[in-house]
């Protein structure tokens, strides 16, 4: 069972800070495995591709290829139910339409003194997806990662994907079709990275590498960030509702667990004005948890991270949902607006009691890749904005540089910089 | 005398290669101290912040103050040349006035099936800026790195800085009072970003540490990474300068050696069609090397890293230029716009032959702190972006989760998430 909370006890605040402290990490002293590894695919290329794949995915990839075929790729789209597959062009298409907005515009304008400034974008060239293998090797993932990269004009969308035992989910290929992926590469952890970062025979190298990964796969982003550029370093999943009086404890329940089954280290956290609401969603988790397939993993989560949050208002909760900066809000209140003018850290919101969290997941369009562990505090979700750069530009006449040089000359006096000074004091001969 | 490559000659592609690769990175093996350095602080708090500093600034912090004192300020501003001041001042003015375009807006709609989706950017609460001690004490940085936190709306900008001996840049505090700083601490190094990261008795944490700094802060930023972000590891600064004929040699050589005086791991590169020109410019490093106060770190640069590349024409230079990726790219010709269309990858585009690069480190209002060693493939120049994060927003009625929710529950069910699938399909009661 949850943990419960009350703000009116005494001790809320150490408790609360305490609960905030907790770590969900499961911490793997995997750096020094990682830097092996990476060493030897920058030395043996290709072939310590193929003996990690061996001895971590047990597969030959001498005989299957290092390179997943177009022809693979047809086979596992005629494979895949239809149903399946329109639900993930609607999910493609939905996430398509809502990124799209977000490709940022170029600016080039003149100022008073007829110095001219610009800002442009420019898609980053290529880009490398890490899709996990095995249970959370996720369809929709592919498509939250790969398909801004898509908007954003990125010429080389290349994937790796791990095949244990030669076993690949055929969904992640479809996918991988439908988000407009280039090339896709039978080899996962961190062997995979470092391919990606470095290259090999086979695998051209990129210049960013995105998506989640286990601690190896985490650990080795680390490594190569520098020679490439990487996404967030993903954390376990969380949730936290904000739920009034008027709510059904089963919808809240099916939310929580929602998150929950995910795995163990997930969080789900209630904050409630009734606690009769929060008594019966304990119980109505309780009775779901009966019935769910990944009841292990989300029973786990709810006991040992599982919270519930008991309040005078919902108002005054907002300190606590700001601090918490939760990955995935949902607000299910009468008017959600009110409270959403109070949230400033949290990765998505989800307003209403129709908008259950599990819709961004898949069909909403907005990104399901979303800041983890708190970092909503600082950082934002997956976004068109991660596969573009900007370039500043400016440029100065002789009146331009004869008005502004001057400014220049004396602050490169001032830090001691004379070389500095020189090359605007030249063409203005100071 | 700087490294000279002929686009003509047979092997150009794999000594430009090897050029590519080679590393200007200080490699020091700090990680082991800087992580004792963390758990101390993190243990300690302010007694290891005292210790650290007596032993490696010959500072005592009990006799000092951890805080800098706003009378402290005030005395810097009073003792500061006025003409200095000014230039700060205008500076600090144009850096806020082409910051503020980089304000991303909102967005909020409703999409055709009455689905509403929206963007939300929101300033991160605290940051906390690092500035280097010594001859790295830039006024024009702390500009660079606070202005557009100011801009973003930051309610909390934390400077740290060490004071070796007591000594601070009276100029730093000066820039730190233009830019709206909020409090400044005289600590640096490792123990610096912890206790940005995790606060102490005096310095509350923040949520985002950004600045540049030593071996030692660039491992801390990597470590603290996750608990609080950190911006970008800056390494040595660069510039490339494409030039035609029609350029006075000194000029450019000035340029060149503005990059080279930063430091002996800083790196400048002519690329130009005119082997005349190349070899001029490069009398003319020579020459002015003599008079250079910074003459050392410059002629070393020069030496071991500088290069003069030999193109047939500029144009066909450009995925020359686009590989280098360069931090600072001039483009001193006639007409720059037409080579500028082909540049993709650059921090920072300087145009014309009245825009010194060095225009852009103080006042031409555009960012300074821009990314490094081939890095502006996949990343952006500091802007007000790095101060702010995006929450999505989805809002959903009963009509809108009866189209969308039946895609959601077949990826649920597709993926083996069956509390997701419970989730939509409790509320349409399917």
Same mark, same amino acid.
């Given at each position: 069972?949850?943990?419960?909370? &009350?703000?009116?006890?005494?001790?809320?605040?150490?408790?609360?800070?305490?609960?905030?402290?907790? #770590?969900?990490? =499961?911490?793997?002293?995997?750096?020094?495995?990682?830097?092996?590894?990476?060493?030897?695919?920058?030395?043996?290329?290709?072939?310590?591709?193929?003996?990690?794949?061996?001895?971590?995915?047990?597969?030959?990839?001498?005989?299957?290829?290092?390179? +997943?075929?177009?022809?693979?790729?047809?086979?596992?789209? $005629?494979?895949?139910?239809?149903?399946?597959?329109?639900?993930?062009?609607?999910?493609?298409? &939905?996430?398509?339409?809502?990124?799209?907005?977000?490709?940022?515009?170029?600016?080039?304008?003149?100022?008073?003194?007829?110095?001219?400034?610009?800002?442009?974008?420019?898609?980053?060239?290529?880009? %490398?997806?890490?899709?996990?293998?095995?249970?959370?090797?996720?369809?929709?993932?592919?498509?939250?990662?790969?398909?801004?990269?898509?908007?954003?004009?990125?010429?080389?969308?290349?994937?790796? !994907?791990?095949?244990?035992?030669? #076993?690949?989910?055929?969904?992640?290929? !479809?996918?991988?079709?439908?988000?407009?992926?280039?090339?896709?590469?039978?080899?996962?952890?961190?062997?995979?990275?470092?391919?990606?970062?470095? %290259?090999?025979?086979?695998?051209?190298?990129? $210049?960013? +590498?995105?998506?989640?990964?286990?601690?190896?796969?985490?650990?080795?982003?680390?490594?190569?960030?520098?020679?490439?550029?990487?996404?967030?370093?993903?954390?376990?999943?969380?949730?936290?509702?904000?739920?009034?009086?008027?709510?059904?404890?089963?919808?809240?329940?099916?939310?929580?667990?929602?998150?929950?089954?995910?795995?163990?280290?997930?969080?789900?956290?209630?904050?409630?004005?009734?606690? $009769?609401?929060?008594?019966? =969603?304990?119980?109505?988790?309780?009775?779901?948890?009966?019935?769910?397939?990944?009841?292990?993993?989300?029973?786990?989560?709810?006991?040992?991270?599982?919270?519930?949050?008991?309040?005078?208002?919902?108002?005054?909760?907002?300190?606590?949902?700001?601090?918490? /900066?939760?990955?995935?809000?949902?607000?299910?209140?009468?008017?959600?607006?009110?409270?959403?003018?109070?949230?400033?850290?949290?990765?998505?919101?989800?307003?209403?009691?129709?908008?259950?969290?599990?819709?961004?997941?898949?069909? %909403?369009?907005?990104?399901?890749?979303?800041?983890?562990?708190?970092?909503?505090?600082?950082?934002?979700?997956?976004?068109?904005?991660?596969?573009?750069?900007?370039?500043?530009?400016?440029?100065?006449?002789?009146?331009?540089?004869?008005?502004?040089?001057?400014?220049?000359?004396?602050?490169?006096? /001032?830090?001691?910089?004379?070389?500095?000074?020189?090359?605007?004091?030249?063409?203005?001969?100071?």
């Amino acid at each position: 069972m949850a943990f419960v909370l &009350r703000q009116s006890e005494p001790d809320f605040e150490s408790r609360f800070s305490a609960f905030l402290a907790t #770590k969900r990490e =499961v911490s793997e002293d995997v750096d020094r495995a990682v830097a092996d590894i990476i060493h030897r695919v920058r030395t043996e290329g290709d072939a310590a591709l193929i003996d990690y794949s061996q001895r971590f995915d047990r597969i030959d990839l001498v005989q299957h290829g290092i390179a +997943i075929t177009s022809a693979e790729i047809d086979a596992a789209v $005629a494979s895949a139910p239809i149903q399946t597959v329109e639900a993930l062009k609607l999910a493609r298409n &939905r996430i398509h339409s809502h990124h799209a907005r977000q490709m940022p515009q170029d600016d080039r304008y003149t100022d008073a003194l007829g110095v001219e400034l610009g800002s442009r974008w420019t898609a980053v060239e290529s880009v %490398g997806l890490y899709v996990p293998g095995g249970t959370a090797s996720y369809p929709s993932s592919v498509l939250m990662n790969a398909v801004p990269a898509q908007v954003a004009g990125v010429e080389r969308i290349v994937m790796v !994907v791990p095949s244990p035992e030669g #076993k690949l989910n055929p969904l992640v290929l !479809v996918a991988a079709r439908l988000a407009g992926v280039s090339e896709i590469y039978r080899v996962g952890g961190a062997q995979a990275i470092a391919a990606l970062a470095y %290259g090999t025979e086979t695998i051209e190298p990129v $210049a960013k +590498i995105i998506g989640p990964g286990n601690a190896y796969v985490a650990a080795a982003k680390r490594r190569v960030f520098g020679k490439v550029g990487i996404d967030m370093i993903a954390g376990p999943s969380e949730v936290l509702i904000l739920a009034d009086s008027d709510n059904d404890p089963d919808w809240i329940a099916a939310d929580l667990l929602a998150q929950a089954e995910h795995d163990s280290a997930a969080q789900s956290i209630l904050i409630t004005d009734d606690e $009769a609401l929060g008594n019966a =969603v304990i119980a109505a988790v309780e009775r779901q948890l009966l019935t769910l397939p990944r009841a292990e993993a989300a029973s786990a989560s709810w006991r040992d991270y599982g919270a519930v949050i008991l309040v005078s208002d919902l108002l005054s909760a907002l300190p606590l949902v700001n601090r918490i /900066a939760a990955e995935h809000l949902e607000i299910a209140t009468a008017d959600p607006e009110i409270l959403l003018a109070g949230v400033r850290n949290a990765g998505a919101i989800f307003l209403g009691r129709y908008t259950p969290e599990v819709i961004g997941d898949y069909v %909403g369009g907005s990104n399901h890749v979303l800041p983890t562990a708190r970092s909503a505090r600082f950082s934002s979700g997956l976004s068109v904005l991660d596969y573009v750069k900007r370039t500043s530009i400016l440029k100065l006449g002789v009146e331009q540089l004869r008005a502004l040089g001057p400014a220049a000359i004396e602050l490169a006096r /001032a830090e001691g910089l004379d070389a500095h000074g020189n090359s605007v004091a030249i063409r203005l001969n100071l």
